[in-house]
């Protein structure tokens, strides 16, 4: 077990009443990490049931912080208001139906050791309320905020942290700035078909002020939750309108940026047009329920994700945001 080390901030941000129960199921998991050395900063809106029930459930727990976000919603406003209030050399954002594995904060921790390392991001594993939903491809997983579709065997360096599970040190924010404030999403006032893409837009902002990099490490994982409610259409259909928007979105803030952003997306759809489709389709014959049922979904998901990428190109409206450049 670590000992010492730097302090960790984990900062979560949350807006539901009804999420308590998860947000204590992720305060134990964070208790139970085999690294001692961190402090939990809660940040609640719209509710303020929320934080106080955090706050009794926490008991007094020094290592545990609580605020209300009184200023403007959503979820960037609350975490930059969490890095205010946090003390650690690292700060870590984890949402709040997230679980990390114990060794989450030890391996996250260690990451950081390697001074060209600004930020670290890691997989992020469906935890079904009901197995049966793993039928749902992989490859599509994204739609739920997972990340096992990369195919990621060992550290390497990726464009962006995922911020379901994203970690920078406190400098590089100093250096690049907040989360932009105009991206993210504004679930305080349902406007969830607009644009996200906030951690993206950040990551490109750190390495650029930094010149270090981010890095996915595959021992810093998490869980989390995929209810069944959330097997819906228009909750699909709803969630790749607004990846699509999203990534048409990044390439223009980035258009004068030396690297293709969106390399990462580019390489998923290959995997999909060639390899999930094609290996479906061979399945019809054997598994007719279940392979129609994946290619259903993955035409579904595909469209809509198109149908955003192209409305934002057609919309041509201003960026609320900095351009990345070089």
């Given amino acids: 077990m670590a000992d010492s080390g730097p302090l960790l901030s984990v900062i979560i941000t949350s807006y539901a009443k009804n999420r308590p129960p998860d947000v204590f199921d992720l305060l134990e998991s964070l208790k139970a990490q085999t690294y001692p050395h961190l402090e939990i900063v809660f940040v609640g809106e719209r509710e303020p049931e929320l934080c106080a029930a955090v706050a009794g459930y926490a008991q007094g727990d020094r290592k545990v912080k609580v ?3 009184e200023g403007p919603p959503g979820a960037t406003w609350a975490r930059n208001l969490g890095v205010g209030a946090a003390e650690g050399e690292i700060l870590a954002f984890v949402d709040d139906d997230a679980l990390p594995f114990p060794d989450w904060a030890e391996a996250l921790v260690k990451t950081y050791k390697d001074p060209s390392i600004v930020g670290v991001t890691g997989p992020i594993l469906p935890l079904w309320e009901d197995e049966a939903m793993e039928w749902f491809p992989q490859e599509l997983d994204w739609v739920f905020g997972c ?5 990621i065997t060992e550290t390497r360096e990726v464009r962006s942290v995922n911020g379901i599970n994203a970690s920078f040190r406190r400098q590089a924010l100093a250096m690049a700035g907040p989360y932009s404030v105009a991206l993210g ?6 406007k969830e078909w607009s644009e996200f893409g906030e951690e993206t837009e950040l990551s490109l902002r750190v390495t650029q002020k930094t010149g270090k990099r981010i890095v996915h490490n595959t021992k810093v994982r998490v869980y989390h939750r995929v209810p069944r409610k959330k097997f819906r259409w228009g909750f699909l259909a709803q ?6 928007r999203t990534r048409r979105m990044i390439k223009r803030l980035c258009r004068h940026h030396p690297t293709d952003v969106l390399s990462t997306e580019r390489q998923l759809l290959r995997r999909i047009l060639f390899g999930l489709i094609p290996g479906t389709v061979k399945q019809l014959s054997t598994r007719p329920v279940f392979a129609g049922r ?3 979904v993955t035409g579904y998901v595909l469209f809509f994700v ?21």
């Fill in 185 to 190: 999403p504004r679930k305080a006032d349902r």
């Fill in 147 to 151: 990340a096992t579709w990369s195919g």
């Fill in 294 to 296: 994946r290619l259903a």
């Fill in 239 to 244: 969630r790749a309108y607004q990846v699509g």
């Fill in 306 to 326: 198109a149908l955003g990428y192209y409305a934002h190109l057609v919309s041509r409206k201003a960026l609320p945001v900095q351009e990345v450049n070089n």
């Fill in 67 to 69: 605020l209300f976000n």
